[in-house]
């Protein structure tokens, strides 16, 4: 079955980086766009980035556009390189896969979903 397995989070200081991992398995990695979402505590879990099936386009939230960037390479691993971190990136992140590149990633309608990985920004 599908599963999707984040790694990296942890706790850091603002301004501090951190880089998340997700690995996929029992999909056909190249026709699924994938991306993240992280849910801050009680609030509603919220798009963060997505990319396309080639890795050739990209989107993100407006709150972390140019500090945070998301890549895919060809061993079925997807990654979020978050930088200049703030109080507000403190979250659960979980990494989604999903066959369209369209606005369905603002909707979170997607196809598989991992467990999440918590990320602490402490001031």
């Known amino acids: 079955q599908v599963r999707l397995v984040e790694s990296g989070g942890g706790l850091v200081q603002a301004g501090d980086s951190l880089r998340l991992s997700c690995a996929a398995f029992?999909?056909?990695?190249?026709?699924?766009?994938m991306g993240w979402f992280r849910q801050a505590p009680g609030k509603k879990r919220e798009f963060v980035a997505a990319?396309?099936?080639?890795?050739?386009?990209t989107f993100y939230t407006d709150s972390v556009k140019g500090r945070f960037t998301i890549s895919r390479d060809n061993t079925n691993m997807v990654y979020l390189q978050m930088n200049s971190l703030k109080r507000e990136d403190t979250g659960v992140y979980y990494c989604?896969?999903?066959?369209?590149?369209?606005?369905?990633?603002?909707?979170?309608?997607?196809?598989?979903w991992g467990k999440g990985t918590l990320v602490t920004v402490s001031s």
């Open positions: 989604a896969a999903n066959q369209m590149f369209d606005s369905s990633w603002y909707q979170g309608s997607m196809d598989y």
């Open positions: 029992g999909l056909t990695f190249s026709t699924y766009a």
């Open positions: 990319i396309r099936w080639s890795g050739g386009s």
